[in-house]
């Protein structure tokens, strides 16, 4: 049951991340709210894990990828770790998050293409960005990605990097 629990809250987010409005949030006042929600530990071979970020708080909830060896385990039971953000951290996040909201998460807004097709196995890559003004997600086309928006998701699989 606590499994299902976790799965329709990640869910919950997508879906509210998917309704939200298609113009970027801006760097208004982001010190009311500040949140990230991504996966990390892509991989062809297991469900990606994921985390969501209160940046105001320092606060993260965490799912990690389970080893490969277990990931297909229909009984398999992922643990969710609730902890705060040491501050070296917490800055850096926070700065990836800033830019991430001032360029914005898609690079093919306003019928503007990539130079380059980005393919992978590695399963669905979510991103979501939220301050007080708005919600953003990353499209599902990875080429269409922006630099800020590969930049924070990089960071946060450097940070959470114990949980591959």
Known sequence: MEKWRTVFSFAAALTLS???SATSPTAGDPQRTAIILGTIGQS???PAGNVRIDLETGDYVLTARAPRAVCQNPD???PVVKRRLDAS????????????IADGLNGCRDG???DDVIISNGGLHVLVVQ?????DSAPSDLSCWTEAAWDLHRLLSVTFHSSR
Request: with cysteine; aromatic share 6%.
């Open 18 to 20: 998917a309704c939200a």
């Open 44 to 46: 062809e071979w297991c």
């Open 76 to 78: 398999l039971e992922r």
């Open 89 to 100: 951290r917490h800055h850096a996040l926070d700065r990836a998050f800033r830019r991430a």
């Open 112 to 114: 503007r293409r990539p």
């Open 131 to 135: 301050n007080g003004r708005a919600m």
